[in-house]
């Protein structure tokens, strides 16, 4: 088992997405990013603990892919505005990449660097991507959302 970790607006849209793969064998919302350690929703939502609203991922790569988790993230956000996910604003919501080890940094900002030069977007991709820290797993509430509250998100 392998653990991936990407930001791309509110978590719960997310984890639904990520949810629905063949390979996945489990997913959990949190925070990562910022600068305090253990930060409840509400700290985040201030915009002050630096922050983003992520989901972990645990895939057996020998089903999934890591660049086809990639793929997935990149076709399931905007990744060209800073800050905003749909009507979602502030920096817990940017786009992140956040990566395990050199073999995924390397196959992310790959990936940007082809994205960007595709010509799919008119502006440039902001997604950062960035060592993955310590992962603070979101209250229990926002674990699984989507399946508790069926509803519609950004996803």
């Not at 990562?32 to 409840?40: K, Q, R």
């Not at 997604?127 to 509250?149: C, G, M, P, R, V």
């Amino acid at each position: 088992m392998e653990k991936a970790t990407f930001a791309a607006g509110c978590f719960w849209g997310v984890q639904a997405l990520f949810d629905r793969l063949e390979g996945v064998e489990s997913t959990r919302v949190g925070y990562i990013g910022g600068n305090i350690d253990n930060p409840s929703y509400e700290e985040v939502c201030t915009d002050k603990t630096g922050h983003a609203e992520a989901v972990e991922i645990i895939y057996n790569s020998s089903i999934i892919t890591y660049q086809q988790l990639l793929e997935v993230f990149w076709e399931n956000h905007n990744p060209t505005t800073l800050n905003k996910e749909g009507s979602d604003v502030g920096t817990q919501y940017r786009s992140a990449i956040f990566y395990h080890n050199q073999k995924q940094q390397k196959k992310a900002q790959q990936s940007k660097k082809e994205l960007n030069a595709s010509g799919r977007y008119d502006d440039p991709i902001v997604t950062e991507i960035i060592s993955a820290t310590n992962f603070y797993e979101a209250e229990e509430y926002h674990q699984d959302y989507l399946k508790k509250n069926p509803g519609s998100c950004h996803i």
